[in-house]
Protein backbone atom coordinates (compact mmCIF):
# COMPACT_ATOMS: atom_id res chain seq x y z
CA UNK A 1 0.00 0.00 0.00
CA UNK A 2 1.19 3.71 -0.95
CA UNK A 3 1.66 6.20 1.39
CA UNK A 4 0.93 10.16 0.38
CA UNK A 5 2.51 12.38 3.23
CA UNK A 6 -0.24 15.40 3.23
CA UNK A 7 2.04 17.24 4.88
CA UNK A 8 4.78 17.01 2.08
CA UNK A 9 2.22 16.98 -0.60
CA UNK A 10 -0.11 19.64 0.19
CA UNK A 11 0.33 21.69 3.36
CA UNK A 12 0.49 21.47 7.10
CA UNK A 13 -2.08 24.03 7.38
CA UNK A 14 -5.12 23.17 4.90
CA UNK A 15 -7.99 25.61 4.55
CA UNK A 16 -9.64 25.61 1.68
CA UNK A 17 -11.88 22.83 0.33
CA UNK A 18 -11.65 23.34 -3.80
CA UNK A 19 -7.78 23.53 -3.37
CA UNK A 20 -7.56 20.39 -1.13
CA UNK A 21 -10.17 18.57 -3.15
CA UNK A 22 -8.20 19.44 -6.83
CA UNK A 23 -4.47 18.62 -4.88
CA UNK A 24 -6.08 15.25 -3.41
CA UNK A 25 -7.88 14.27 -6.77
CA UNK A 26 -4.23 14.86 -8.38
CA UNK A 27 -2.16 12.60 -5.81
CA UNK A 28 -5.13 9.75 -6.00
CA UNK A 29 -6.25 6.62 -8.13
CA UNK A 30 -9.61 5.33 -7.70
CA UNK A 31 -7.97 1.74 -8.11
CA UNK A 32 -5.02 2.04 -5.73
CA UNK A 33 -5.21 1.44 -2.02
CA UNK A 34 -3.59 4.15 -0.32
CA UNK A 35 -2.97 5.85 2.67
CA UNK A 36 -3.21 8.94 3.84
CA UNK A 37 -0.30 10.36 6.35
CA UNK A 38 -1.54 13.23 7.81
CA UNK A 39 1.57 13.56 10.25
CA UNK A 40 2.68 17.16 10.44
CA UNK A 41 -0.60 18.67 9.31
CA UNK A 42 -1.49 21.07 12.30
CA UNK A 43 -4.92 22.43 11.00
CA UNK A 44 -7.20 21.47 8.82
CA UNK A 45 -10.55 23.86 8.40
CA UNK A 46 -14.56 22.45 8.87
CA UNK A 47 -14.93 22.24 5.41
CA UNK A 48 -11.41 20.46 4.43
CA UNK A 49 -12.58 17.79 7.06
CA UNK A 50 -16.09 17.81 5.21
CA UNK A 51 -14.54 17.68 1.91
CA UNK A 52 -12.00 14.60 3.39
CA UNK A 53 -15.04 12.37 4.64
CA UNK A 54 -16.48 12.73 0.74
CA UNK A 55 -12.44 11.88 -0.13
CA UNK A 56 -13.27 8.78 1.71
CA UNK A 57 -16.81 8.37 0.08
CA UNK A 58 -14.99 8.19 -3.34
CA UNK A 59 -12.35 6.37 -2.96
CA UNK A 60 -13.04 3.76 -0.60
CA UNK A 61 -9.35 2.08 -1.07
CA UNK A 62 -7.94 5.10 1.08
CA UNK A 63 -7.44 4.98 4.83
CA UNK A 64 -6.36 7.69 6.76
CA UNK A 65 -3.34 7.53 9.67
CA UNK A 66 -1.34 9.70 11.79
CA UNK A 67 -3.99 12.71 12.56
CA UNK A 68 -2.95 15.16 15.18
CA UNK A 69 -5.01 16.13 17.92
CA UNK A 70 -6.46 18.91 16.60
CA UNK A 71 -7.10 17.54 13.00
CA UNK A 72 -8.33 14.35 14.60
CA UNK A 73 -10.88 16.42 16.70
CA UNK A 74 -12.00 18.59 13.33
CA UNK A 75 -12.58 15.20 11.37
CA UNK A 76 -14.86 13.56 13.77
CA UNK A 77 -16.92 16.51 14.35
CA UNK A 78 -17.40 16.81 11.04
CA UNK A 79 -17.69 12.59 10.62
CA UNK A 80 -20.51 12.54 13.52
CA UNK A 81 -22.34 15.85 11.82
CA UNK A 82 -22.45 13.34 8.18
CA UNK A 83 -24.28 10.62 10.48
CA UNK A 84 -27.07 12.56 11.74
CA UNK A 85 -29.66 14.82 9.53
CA UNK A 86 -28.73 18.25 8.37
CA UNK A 87 -30.35 20.66 11.23
CA UNK A 88 -30.56 24.61 9.64
CA UNK A 89 -31.25 27.19 12.10
CA UNK A 90 -34.69 28.71 12.27
CA UNK A 91 -34.29 32.12 11.58
CA UNK A 92 -37.81 34.26 12.40
CA UNK A 93 -35.68 37.74 12.55
CA UNK A 94 -38.13 40.83 11.96
CA UNK A 95 -36.63 42.77 8.47
CA UNK A 96 -36.08 46.51 8.50
CA UNK A 97 -36.86 47.87 4.88
CA UNK A 98 -34.93 51.47 4.92
CA UNK A 99 -36.36 53.81 1.58
CA UNK A 100 -33.77 56.53 2.24
CA UNK A 101 -30.69 57.69 3.15
CA UNK A 102 -32.49 59.83 6.00
CA UNK A 103 -33.83 57.00 6.92
CA UNK A 104 -30.98 55.09 7.04
CA UNK A 105 -29.26 58.04 9.02
CA UNK A 106 -31.85 57.54 11.39
CA UNK A 107 -31.45 53.67 12.24
CA UNK A 108 -27.84 54.04 12.06
CA UNK A 109 -28.15 56.95 15.14
CA UNK A 110 -30.39 54.74 16.83
CA UNK A 111 -29.09 51.42 16.39
CA UNK B 1 -33.43 55.66 -9.44
CA UNK B 2 -31.78 58.68 -11.73
CA UNK B 3 -28.43 59.76 -11.50
CA UNK B 4 -27.75 63.16 -10.02
CA UNK B 5 -25.20 64.92 -11.72
CA UNK B 6 -22.86 66.41 -9.18
CA UNK B 7 -20.43 68.45 -10.68
CA UNK B 8 -18.35 68.91 -7.06
CA UNK B 9 -15.09 66.56 -7.01
CA UNK B 10 -14.45 66.84 -3.84
CA UNK B 11 -15.86 64.56 -1.20
CA UNK B 12 -15.85 64.96 2.07
CA UNK B 13 -15.11 62.14 4.36
CA UNK B 14 -16.56 62.22 8.09
CA UNK B 15 -15.10 61.37 10.98
CA UNK B 16 -15.40 58.49 12.22
CA UNK B 17 -13.80 57.08 15.50
CA UNK B 18 -16.65 54.55 17.18
CA UNK B 19 -18.57 52.25 15.97
CA UNK B 20 -20.82 52.44 18.37
CA UNK B 21 -23.05 49.33 17.26
CA UNK B 22 -20.61 46.76 15.09
CA UNK B 23 -21.13 47.79 11.31
CA UNK B 24 -22.17 51.33 12.70
CA UNK B 25 -19.56 52.46 10.68
CA UNK B 26 -21.09 51.82 7.59
CA UNK B 27 -23.23 54.58 7.60
CA UNK B 28 -20.59 56.69 6.30
CA UNK B 29 -19.19 54.52 3.94
CA UNK B 30 -22.40 54.25 2.42
CA UNK B 31 -22.68 58.24 2.01
CA UNK B 32 -18.74 58.48 0.74
CA UNK B 33 -20.33 55.40 -1.48
CA UNK B 34 -23.01 57.87 -2.76
CA UNK B 35 -21.42 60.95 -2.93
CA UNK B 36 -18.12 59.49 -5.35
CA UNK B 37 -20.41 57.51 -7.45
CA UNK B 38 -22.61 60.56 -7.99
CA UNK B 39 -19.76 62.58 -8.50
CA UNK B 40 -18.93 63.43 -12.35
CA UNK B 41 -15.46 63.39 -13.33
CA UNK B 42 -15.44 66.61 -15.51
CA UNK B 43 -12.21 66.63 -18.11
CA UNK B 44 -10.42 64.02 -16.64
CA UNK B 45 -9.87 65.90 -13.42
CA UNK B 46 -10.30 63.78 -9.46
CA UNK B 47 -12.63 63.21 -7.46
CA UNK B 48 -10.89 64.66 -3.88
CA UNK B 49 -11.40 62.73 -0.72
CA UNK B 50 -11.20 65.61 1.56
CA UNK B 51 -10.00 64.19 5.14
CA UNK B 52 -9.79 67.27 6.90
CA UNK B 53 -12.32 66.24 9.81
CA UNK B 54 -10.41 63.05 10.13
CA UNK B 55 -7.83 62.66 13.04
CA UNK B 56 -8.54 59.29 13.34
CA UNK B 57 -10.50 56.70 11.50
CA UNK B 58 -11.74 53.47 12.96
CA UNK B 59 -10.17 50.18 11.92
CA UNK B 60 -13.64 48.81 9.88
CA UNK B 61 -14.12 52.39 8.29
CA UNK B 62 -10.64 52.54 7.49
CA UNK B 63 -10.23 49.10 6.03
CA UNK B 64 -13.69 49.90 3.75
CA UNK B 65 -12.50 52.90 2.52
CA UNK B 66 -9.63 51.40 1.50
CA UNK B 67 -11.51 48.71 -0.41
CA UNK B 68 -13.43 50.96 -2.29
CA UNK B 69 -10.36 53.44 -3.06
CA UNK B 70 -8.86 50.54 -4.71
CA UNK B 71 -12.20 49.50 -6.56
CA UNK B 72 -12.56 53.20 -7.55
CA UNK B 73 -8.68 53.33 -9.15
CA UNK B 74 -6.79 56.27 -9.96
CA UNK B 75 -10.06 58.91 -10.16
CA UNK B 76 -9.69 59.07 -6.08
CA UNK B 77 -7.20 61.39 -4.83
CA UNK B 78 -6.77 61.74 -0.72
CA UNK B 79 -6.54 65.09 0.17
CA UNK B 80 -5.91 67.18 3.73
CA UNK B 81 -4.44 64.34 5.39
CA UNK B 82 -3.12 64.90 8.78
CA UNK B 83 0.39 64.04 9.32
CA UNK B 84 -0.73 61.27 11.60
CA UNK B 85 -3.53 59.70 9.66
CA UNK B 86 -0.83 60.35 6.69
CA UNK B 87 1.99 57.78 8.54
CA UNK B 88 -0.98 55.67 9.61
CA UNK B 89 -2.17 54.77 6.28
CA UNK B 90 1.33 54.34 5.04
CA UNK B 91 1.82 51.49 7.68
CA UNK B 92 -0.65 50.28 6.93
CA UNK B 93 -1.20 49.95 2.87
CA UNK B 94 -4.42 52.35 2.91
CA UNK B 95 -3.47 53.54 -0.68
CA UNK B 96 -2.72 50.29 -1.99
CA UNK B 97 -3.02 47.01 -0.20
CA UNK B 98 -0.28 44.74 0.47
CA UNK B 99 -0.40 41.92 -2.60
CA UNK B 100 0.02 38.73 -0.99
CA UNK B 101 1.76 36.64 -2.88
CA UNK B 102 1.06 32.69 -3.14
CA UNK B 103 4.22 31.86 -2.07
CA UNK B 104 6.55 34.82 -1.61
CA UNK B 105 6.18 37.84 0.61
CA UNK B 106 8.68 39.09 2.88
CA UNK B 107 8.64 37.91 6.23
CA UNK B 108 10.70 40.98 7.57
CA UNK B 109 8.18 43.10 6.20
CA UNK B 110 5.98 41.38 9.19
CA UNK B 111 8.30 42.23 11.58
CA UNK B 112 8.09 46.04 12.31
CA UNK B 113 3.84 45.16 13.40
CA UNK B 114 5.24 42.72 16.30
CA UNK B 115 4.80 45.57 18.79
CA UNK B 116 1.70 47.54 16.99
CA UNK B 117 -2.13 47.19 17.18
CA UNK B 118 -2.50 47.04 13.89
CA UNK B 119 -1.56 45.01 10.38
CA UNK B 120 -1.37 46.00 6.60
CA UNK B 121 -4.82 45.54 4.51
CA UNK B 122 -3.82 42.67 2.58
CA UNK B 123 -5.62 41.67 -0.66
CA UNK B 124 -5.21 38.33 -2.10
CA UNK B 125 -6.13 35.99 -5.09
CA UNK B 126 -8.90 34.18 -3.72
CA UNK B 127 -8.47 31.46 -6.64
CA UNK B 128 -5.05 30.70 -5.94
CA UNK B 129 -2.81 30.00 -2.74
CA UNK B 130 -2.25 33.44 -1.61
CA UNK B 131 -5.76 33.48 0.49
CA UNK B 132 -4.20 30.94 2.72
CA UNK B 133 -0.50 32.46 3.03
CA UNK B 134 -2.89 35.56 3.39
CA UNK B 135 -4.42 33.56 6.48
CA UNK B 136 -1.03 32.19 7.36
CA UNK B 137 0.57 35.40 7.59
CA UNK B 138 -2.01 37.92 9.47
CA UNK B 139 -2.55 34.56 12.03
CA UNK B 140 1.07 34.19 12.61
CA UNK B 141 1.15 38.62 13.49
CA UNK B 142 -1.70 38.22 15.63
CA UNK B 143 0.09 35.43 17.66
CA UNK B 144 3.05 37.59 18.00
CA UNK B 145 1.25 40.38 18.75
CA UNK B 146 -0.83 39.43 21.55
CA UNK B 147 1.18 36.39 22.96
CA UNK B 148 2.02 32.59 21.32
CA UNK B 149 -0.14 31.45 24.57
CA UNK B 150 -3.05 33.26 23.80
CA UNK B 151 -5.43 31.00 21.74
CA UNK B 152 -7.65 33.79 20.14
CA UNK B 153 -5.48 32.61 16.76
CA UNK B 154 -6.74 29.28 16.90
CA UNK B 155 -10.09 30.39 16.86
CA UNK B 156 -8.95 32.89 13.99
CA UNK B 157 -7.73 30.29 12.40
CA UNK B 158 -11.06 28.22 11.77
CA UNK B 159 -13.30 31.43 11.31
CA UNK B 160 -10.87 33.08 8.75
CA UNK B 161 -10.43 29.39 7.06
CA UNK B 162 -14.62 29.48 6.94
CA UNK B 163 -15.00 32.77 5.59
CA UNK B 164 -12.09 32.99 3.13
CA UNK B 165 -13.33 29.70 2.19
CA UNK B 166 -16.77 31.21 0.96
CA UNK B 167 -14.83 33.81 -0.99
CA UNK B 168 -13.04 31.05 -2.92
CA UNK B 169 -16.03 28.99 -3.74
CA UNK B 170 -19.23 30.96 -4.26
CA UNK B 171 -17.63 34.91 -4.48
CA UNK B 172 -16.45 35.05 -8.29
CA UNK B 173 -14.33 37.56 -6.66
CA UNK B 174 -10.96 38.80 -8.36
CA UNK B 175 -9.84 40.28 -4.84
CA UNK B 176 -10.10 39.38 -1.46
CA UNK B 177 -9.43 41.48 1.86
CA UNK B 178 -7.84 40.64 5.36
CA UNK B 179 -7.60 43.74 7.89
CA UNK B 180 -6.86 42.81 11.73
CA UNK B 181 -6.71 45.40 14.23
CA UNK B 182 -6.53 44.83 17.72
CA UNK B 183 -8.10 47.40 20.63
CA UNK B 184 -6.02 46.36 23.62
CA UNK B 185 -8.29 48.46 25.94
CA UNK B 186 -11.70 46.08 24.79
CA UNK B 187 -9.59 43.39 24.76
CA UNK B 188 -11.00 43.12 21.04
CA UNK B 189 -9.75 41.93 17.80
CA UNK B 190 -11.38 43.37 15.12
CA UNK B 191 -11.34 41.71 11.87
CA UNK B 192 -12.33 42.72 8.71
CA UNK B 193 -12.71 40.32 5.50
CA UNK B 194 -14.10 41.60 2.19
CA UNK B 195 -14.83 40.09 -0.93
CA UNK B 196 -15.96 42.38 -4.26
CA UNK B 197 -17.60 39.93 -6.10
CA UNK B 198 -21.26 38.14 -6.33
CA UNK B 199 -23.27 39.19 -3.36
CA UNK B 200 -24.88 36.36 -1.76
CA UNK B 201 -28.13 36.76 -3.14
CA UNK B 202 -26.71 36.04 -6.32
CA UNK B 203 -25.01 32.73 -5.41
CA UNK B 204 -28.74 32.03 -4.17
CA UNK B 205 -30.69 33.15 -6.97
CA UNK B 206 -28.83 31.05 -9.32
CA UNK B 207 -29.08 27.96 -7.61
CA UNK B 208 -32.38 26.69 -8.80
CA UNK B 209 -33.59 24.56 -5.40
CA UNK B 210 -33.11 27.88 -3.47
CA UNK B 211 -34.19 30.67 -5.93
CA UNK B 212 -38.09 30.26 -4.71
CA UNK B 213 -37.11 30.41 -1.33
CA UNK B 214 -35.95 34.23 -2.23
CA UNK B 215 -38.45 37.16 -2.39
CA UNK B 216 -37.26 40.50 -4.04
CA UNK B 217 -35.33 41.77 -0.96
CA UNK B 218 -31.80 41.28 -0.46
CA UNK B 219 -32.40 40.11 3.35
CA UNK B 220 -33.85 36.71 1.98
CA UNK B 221 -30.53 34.86 0.67
CA UNK B 222 -29.00 36.71 3.95
CA UNK B 223 -31.43 34.80 5.93
CA UNK B 224 -31.02 31.28 3.84
CA UNK B 225 -27.11 31.84 4.75
CA UNK B 226 -27.65 32.29 8.12
CA UNK B 227 -29.43 29.40 8.54
CA UNK B 228 -26.91 27.43 6.86
CA UNK B 229 -28.10 26.74 3.58
CA UNK B 230 -25.15 26.76 1.04
CA UNK B 231 -24.81 28.58 -2.13
CA UNK B 232 -23.49 26.24 -4.19
CA UNK B 233 -25.42 23.75 -7.04
CA UNK B 234 -23.35 20.79 -6.65
CA UNK B 235 -25.01 16.97 -5.52
CA UNK B 236 -23.11 16.80 -2.10
CA UNK B 237 -23.63 19.65 -0.84
CA UNK B 238 -26.03 19.18 1.48
CA UNK B 239 -22.93 19.18 3.67
CA UNK B 240 -21.82 22.67 3.16
CA UNK B 241 -22.97 25.82 3.99
CA UNK B 242 -21.86 25.90 7.18
CA UNK B 243 -19.71 28.84 7.47
CA UNK B 244 -21.35 31.98 7.88
CA UNK B 245 -23.62 30.22 10.43
CA UNK B 246 -20.69 28.56 12.64
CA UNK B 247 -18.88 31.52 12.41
CA UNK B 248 -21.79 33.56 13.83
CA UNK B 249 -22.40 30.55 16.61
CA UNK B 250 -18.67 30.72 17.80
CA UNK B 251 -18.55 34.15 17.70
CA UNK B 252 -22.13 35.02 19.45
CA UNK B 253 -22.42 32.01 21.64
CA UNK B 254 -19.18 30.74 22.36
CA UNK B 255 -16.89 34.19 22.74
CA UNK B 256 -19.71 36.69 23.48
CA UNK B 257 -18.22 38.48 20.51
CA UNK B 258 -20.20 40.49 17.59
CA UNK B 259 -20.75 39.28 14.40
CA UNK B 260 -21.70 41.85 11.11
CA UNK B 261 -22.13 41.15 7.59
CA UNK B 262 -23.20 42.92 4.59
CA UNK B 263 -23.93 41.32 1.62
CA UNK B 264 -25.52 43.18 -1.95
CA UNK B 265 -27.93 45.78 -0.45
CA UNK B 266 -28.82 43.92 3.12
CA UNK B 267 -26.97 43.55 5.83
CA UNK B 268 -27.23 41.72 9.30
CA UNK B 269 -25.82 42.25 12.80
CA UNK B 270 -25.83 40.35 15.78
CA UNK B 271 -24.52 41.74 19.23
CA UNK B 272 -25.31 42.25 22.90
CA UNK B 273 -28.35 43.64 21.93
CA UNK B 274 -29.48 40.74 19.66
CA UNK B 275 -30.34 40.13 15.99
CA UNK B 276 -31.07 42.81 13.19
CA UNK B 277 -31.11 42.13 9.69
CA UNK B 278 -31.51 45.28 7.00
CA UNK B 279 -32.97 45.84 3.73
CA UNK B 280 -30.74 49.22 2.37
CA UNK B 281 -31.91 52.04 0.27
CA UNK B 282 -31.87 51.21 -3.59
CA UNK B 283 -29.33 53.69 -3.95
CA UNK B 284 -26.94 51.65 -1.75
CA UNK B 285 -25.23 48.60 -2.12
CA UNK B 286 -22.09 46.72 -1.87
CA UNK B 287 -21.25 44.79 -4.80
CA UNK B 288 -20.03 41.86 -3.04
CA UNK B 289 -20.05 40.49 0.74
CA UNK B 290 -18.02 42.43 3.79
CA UNK B 291 -17.98 40.43 7.45
CA UNK B 292 -16.79 42.50 10.26
CA UNK B 293 -16.00 40.43 13.92
CA UNK B 294 -15.50 41.47 16.67
CA UNK B 295 -14.06 38.52 18.80
CA UNK B 296 -12.62 38.87 22.72
CA UNK B 297 -9.12 38.98 23.17
CA UNK B 298 -9.60 36.82 26.36
CA UNK B 299 -11.58 33.96 25.82
CA UNK B 300 -14.12 32.50 28.46
CA UNK B 301 -13.96 29.84 30.40
CA UNK B 302 -14.51 26.27 29.22
CA UNK B 303 -14.90 27.48 25.72
CA UNK B 304 -14.39 24.96 23.35
CA UNK B 305 -14.57 25.30 19.83
CA UNK B 306 -15.43 21.79 18.97
CA UNK B 307 -19.05 22.09 20.71
CA UNK B 308 -19.83 24.79 18.35
CA UNK B 309 -19.01 23.44 14.89
CA UNK B 310 -20.43 20.05 14.87
Not at chain 1, 26 to 40: A, G, I, K, Q, R
Not at chain 1, 51 to 73: A, C, I, S
Not at chain 1, 76 to 102: C, F, G, M, W
Request: contains cysteine; charged residues 25%.
Amino acid sequence: MNTIYIATNIGKDIRTRSFFRRDIENLLNHNESVTLDFSEVIFISRSVADELYNVLEDYPLVQLDNLERDVKMMYSVVERARKQPRHYDDNNIEIIKLHTLKEMDEFFSSF
Amino acid sequence: MAKHINTAVSVLIPSANIDTHIGSVFNHVFKVMFQTEQTEIVNGRFIEWDFKDCRFLHPFYLAALSVLKTRYGETIRCTNLQSAIRSYFEIVFFDTPLVIDAINNKDSLWDKYEDKTYLPICVFNPKDKSSIRAQELIQEAVKRQIGHNNPVHRILSFLLGELIDNITDHSHSENGYLFCQRIPNENMLYVFICDTGHSIYASYAADDRYVKMLDMEESSALKLALSGKLTKNRPENENRGYGISKSREIIINGLGGEFFILSGGAFFRHDINGETLVDLPESIRWDGTVVLLKLPTIIPKGFNIYNHIG
